[in-house]
């Protein structure tokens, strides 16, 4: 089987673009990854994409050609652009295909996700009372995580720091201007201990990403960033469920454990090789729990961990060098391809003033509503 290469990268701002569609925006992506690999869309074999806000992703084909290209829309959450890349991934790696596109985006309207409780299956009072807003539902799982193991406030303000600080050294970044610990923690608080500037906004963007074989990265001259591991994992039983009416007493396995150890063995590494790792950051609690969740450390160890800048860009395991959900927002499906263009980017040594010096393996990981993960681990050849 072939070993799949990622030849080809692009990005559309994330933010707020009046002017634009999210289906514009995802055109400006397809055409900036093939600009990118220095192919035409008439190379490519198959197309895997999704998007949650902006309609089905293969609506993008009338602007991009009529070629009679194999598409598939993905939806998984704030997994699907995860998802995606899985499925070009497993594309390429059976023999079938030499190029394809992974791709996600979206534009979502200003406020915050509230869905309707009957499509999850959810009592009525559910929503009435403000629950169906995940903000609730980060505040009661984070609130129980630092009790549990010691975490406190000013961690999730280090946490929001670090994003405001990484985001303003990126380009495809919608927040980029710092944030001090001190200001974040004074800020509104949206729901204990989570105050406003701690969450992700709903946001627009899109990213496209053009894979290869490994023969056909070699012609091309591109075989330099090898997809060395992905998995996509569902919740397993007694794990934290995002859309549920509370949260278990007793807590079971997570989706991210199980998508963390299926990388890390299918790519032949562990936590301790990952140069640099962009980690679910809806709020500064995820990016605390994930830590340990994807194994880079024990719970409660992120206490000493972030307080010693270990996270920071120069730190041993830079968290989100592009500030992450928080400094980007979250355009649901494009949001987990945004963290492996940012790993191409540091991989390629491209990230400039955010470059993690050496960086030869890179990981990240997206968790999607209503419970499961992915995690792709990519290694510079």
């Known amino acids: 089987m072939s070993d799949v290469y990622i030849v080809g990268a692009g990005i559309h701002a994330f933010g707020r673009h009046d002017a634009m569609s999210g289906l514009d925006q995802g055109v400006v992506a397809v055409r900036e990854a093939l600009k990118d690999a220095g192919v035409a869309w008439d190379d490519v074999q198959f197309a895997f994409g999704g998007s949650s806000a902006s309609g089905n992703a293969d609506s993008l084909l009338p602007r991009l050609g009529l ?7 993905v939806a998984n959450g704030c ?24 791709l996600g985006f979206d534009k979502h309207p200003r406020g915050a996700f509230n869905p309707n409780p009957e499509q999850w299956g959810l009592p009525a009072w559910y929503g009435e009372t403000g629950l169906m807003l995940t903000t609730q539902f980060f505040g009661m799982k984070i ?20 994003a405001f600080s990484n985001g303003a050294k990126a380009p495809h970044a919608w927040r980029r201007e710092p944030v001090d610990a001190e200001t974040i923690l004074q800020a509104e608080t949206v729901n204990d201990p989570l105050t406003k500037y701690m969450f992700c906004s709903p946001s627009e963007g899109a990213v496209a990403l053009v894979l290869a074989s490994e023969k056909k990265a070699r012609a091309m001259g591109r075989a330099d960033v090898r997809v060395m591991g992905a998995a996509v994992r569902t919740r397993p039983e007694g794990s934290f469920e995002v859309f549920a009416p509370s949260l278990r007493i007793e807590r079971g396995g997570s989706a991210t454990a199980l998508a963390a150890e299926a990388a890390f063995a299918m790519a032949g590494v562990g936590p301790d090789d990952i140069d640099v790792a962009q980690l679910q950051d809806t709020e500064s609690g995820a990016e605390v729990m994930h830590m340990a969740e994807n194994g880079f450390c024990a719970d409660g160890d992120q206490e000493r961990m972030i307080h010693d800048g270990e996270t920071r860009i120069g730190g041993k395991l830079p968290v989100n060098t592009d500030g992450g959900c928080i400094a980007c927002g979250e355009p649901v499906a494009a949001s987990g391809l945004r963290q492996v263009y940012e790993n191409v980017v540091q991989l390629r040594g491209a990230a400039g003033a955010r470059q993690v010096e050496g960086a030869r393996v890179a990981y990240s990981q997206v968790y999607g509503a209503p419970g499961l993960s992915a995690v792709a681990i990519l290694g510079r050849a």
Do not use: C
Not at 67 to 73: D, E, K, M, S
């Open 67 to 73: 070629t009679g290209v194999q598409f598939i829309n």
């Open 79 to 102: 997994a699907t652009g995860g998802s995606a890349l899985l499925s070009g991934y497993w594309a390429i790696k059976s023999g079938e295909f030499d190029i394809g596109i992974a």
């Open 143 to 162: 609130q129980r995580y630092m009790q549990l193991h010691g975490i406190s406030p000013r961690t999730l303000a280090l946490v929001a720091e670090k």
